[in-house]
């Protein structure tokens, strides 16, 4: 558009020009005052003419080297798009391809306390989850957490992050691979149904299959990554299932990373209440024995098909209702000898279950919810006693002070629970009455 003006207004001086030249020798005839107008007139026609061949050629070196820089950015984003698919490396994302992807955000997944996710298709065809992280501080945070504890890391059993989207203010936003089945609880859980996600009852097989796949995933973070990397917020909400039924951990939203050398580090409480080690709920600072003590409760809860903690209603007098701890259940049947009447129900009746599988499970699980961080097992340890290639020994008698919790009305809340705590040996040795309230409240609360 601006060469085609550039030529009109050359063409309209030139056409003047001459006018002018053709009017001064009518009417000069050929004096000297015209040829002094023809002159300059002249001269003015050739610089009008050099400006128009150094335009053109200006020009056409200028698209020479817009058609190179177009063939080279195309050739970078080729091999950008190769590296990031060899090497995992996440993209930043326009906030209106997100939009475009979910169809503004309609189609939603699951809503949790400071982060929604929905589900889109990128305009390559690739099916994509989005999470919506609210908030500002929080989100900053969460967000951060996430990217640094997910981002570098590769693991078939790990959720892959495809990119980002952060904004300068408002709702920053993650882009995971979409996981088909949805998460382990709605197949778990009996009644546990939203229209959202797939439901069923998962055989004993693929739970044990399940088990093995997250322990793995745990071990990669906690040993094999060149910082130590803690989940802090293990449940079967955040544990994925594929198109074939294996486990994909996600949600790395609480994370903490950690060097080689450290054992602990401190941090406030933010995960789950009925998945938290004892350690981190008495704020003695959390280490990847937090993470075992958390999937030794969703293991627990894999093997019953039941939340590990329950209410059981008395009719309508609330005042009679009763606490069930499912861990303790276990035990008790485990030395019965009647491990297999912990199994969930539906799979007792409907297929073959391994007995020895059964017991080996519960004993590791055992094992990963002892009180004491020190008798927990590494993820590395769960792994190999869950493929059995190496025995897996009774555990020791734990404490099971929560038990001791569910039985206390809440007038008697904060009495005589130092001693109790003091005794799983979490090297506290004042505890007051506040902390042991707290305490309780916090192995109470639901989800």
């Known amino acids: 558009m601006e060469d085609k003006t550039a030529s009109i207004r050359a063409v309209v001086i030139i056409t003047g020009l001459i006018v002018v030249i053709i009017v001064a020798r009518l009417s000069l005839k050929l004096s000297r005052a015209f ?158 149904r939203t229209k959202n996600h797939p439901r069923g009852c998962l055989s004993f097989d693929l739970r044990y299959r399940i088990a093995i796949d997250v322990a793995k995933a745990l071990s990669y973070i906690h040993h094999d990554c060149r910082s130590k990397i803690l989940h802090l917020d293990l449940k079967p909400e955040n544990i994925l299932l594929d198109e074939n039924y294996r486990a994909i951990v996600a949600d790395f939203g609480l994370s903490k990373l950690m060097g080689k050398d450290e054992s602990r580090v401190i941090t406030t409480i933010r995960g789950t209440k009925g998945y938290l080690a004892p350690e981190w709920l008495l704020e003695l600072g959390v280490s990847e024995k937090c993470d075992v003590y958390s999937y030794g409760m969703v293991l627990l809860e894999m093997i019953g098909g039941q939340r590990n903690v329950t209410v059981i209603e008395n009719g309508s007098n609330k005042s009679q209702r009763k606490w069930q701890y499912f861990p303790k259940i276990v035990r008790d049947k485990l030395r019965e000898g009647k491990v297999i009447e912990a199994v969930d129900r539906r799979l007792v009746g409907v297929g073959a279950v391994d007995e020895r599988q059964v017991k080996r499970m519960v004993n590791v699980a055992l094992w990963c919810i002892q009180e004491k961080p020190g008798l927990r097992p590494s993820m590395a340890h769960v792994v190999e006693m869950l493929k059995g290639r190496v025995p897996v020994e009774e555990p020791p008698d734990t404490q099971m002070i929560v038990v001791d919790l569910l039985s206390i009305d809440g007038e008697e809340s904060g009495l005589q629970l130092g001693p109790k705590i003091a005794a799983m040996g979490l090297d506290c040795c004042d505890i007051p009455s506040s902390s042991s309230s707290s305490f309780a409240m916090s192995m109470l609360s639901g989800r």
């Open 35 to 192: 040829f002094l107008i023809a002159g300059a007139d002249i001269a003015l026609i050739l610089a009008v003419f050099v400006c128009l061949v150094i335009r053109e050629c200006y020009n056409r070196r200028r698209k020479l080297l817009e058609k190179r820089l177009v063939s080279e950015g195309r050739e970078l984003r080729v091999e950008y798009s190769f590296l990031r698919k060899v090497a995992g490396v996440p993209i930043k994302f326009r906030l209106k391809e997100l939009e475009d992807a979910t169809d503004n955000f309609r189609a939603l997944l699951g809503q949790g306390g400071s982060a929604s996710v929905f589900k889109g298709i990128l305009s390559d065809r690739t099916s994509i989850a989005v999470k919506r992280i609210d908030g500002e501080e929080h989100g900053e945070k969460e967000f951060r957490s996430e990217v640094a504890a997910i981002a570098s890391v590769q693991h078939v059993n790990l959720v892959r992050l495809v990119g980002y989207c952060c904004l300068p203010r408002g709702p920053r936003y993650l882009v995971y691979e979409f996981i088909p089945n949805g998460s382990l609880d709605h197949w778990i859980f009996p009644g546990n």
